[in-house]
């Protein structure tokens, strides 16, 4: 039932900005945990940013802190993901997860219950 949908993916050259975000039908966001994953070929899924289940919580990966910022709008049941300047490294394709229990790492792939098809993001040398 619950369907989880990203969008703002696109090309963009490097030191370009790119705002993701999710979305979702059957959930209400609130302050249920949600994270941004990107995989790039031949590399594995990992955490990029998440916000937990408090309000202030918000988390990074060290190679995008300073560069990221996630946000939630519960008015419109969404997260964002806005992307300052964008590095070749970071493309890749951009998942949202949603929902995972407490006590769950934010980076942990396999504590999120829902997750969208992805948007790709692709950044120009």
């Known amino acids: 039932q619950v369907q989880v949908v990203e969008s703002g993916g696109g090309l963009v050259q490097a030191g370009g900005s790119l705002r993701l975000s999710c979305t979702a039908s059957?959930?209400?966001?609130?302050?249920?945990?949600v994270g941004w994953f990107r995989q790039a070929p031949g590399k594995e899924r990992e955490g990029v940013s998440a916000?937990?289940?408090?309000?202030?919580?918000?988390y990074y990966a060290d190679s995008v802190k300073g560069r990221f910022t996630i946000s939630r709008d519960n008015v419109k049941n969404t997260v964002y993901l806005q992307m300052n300047s964008l590095k070749p490294e970071d493309t890749g394709m951009y998942y949202c997860?949603?929902?995972?229990?407490?006590?769950?790492?934010?980076?942990?792939?396999?504590?999120?219950?829902?997750w969208g098809q992805g948007t790709q993001v692709t950044v120009s040398a």
């Open positions: 997860a949603a929902d995972r229990p407490s006590g769950r790492s934010w980076y942990d792939v396999t504590g999120y219950r829902h």
């Open positions: 059957g959930l209400t966001f609130d302050s249920r945990p």
């Open positions: 916000v937990g289940w408090s309000a202030s919580a918000r």
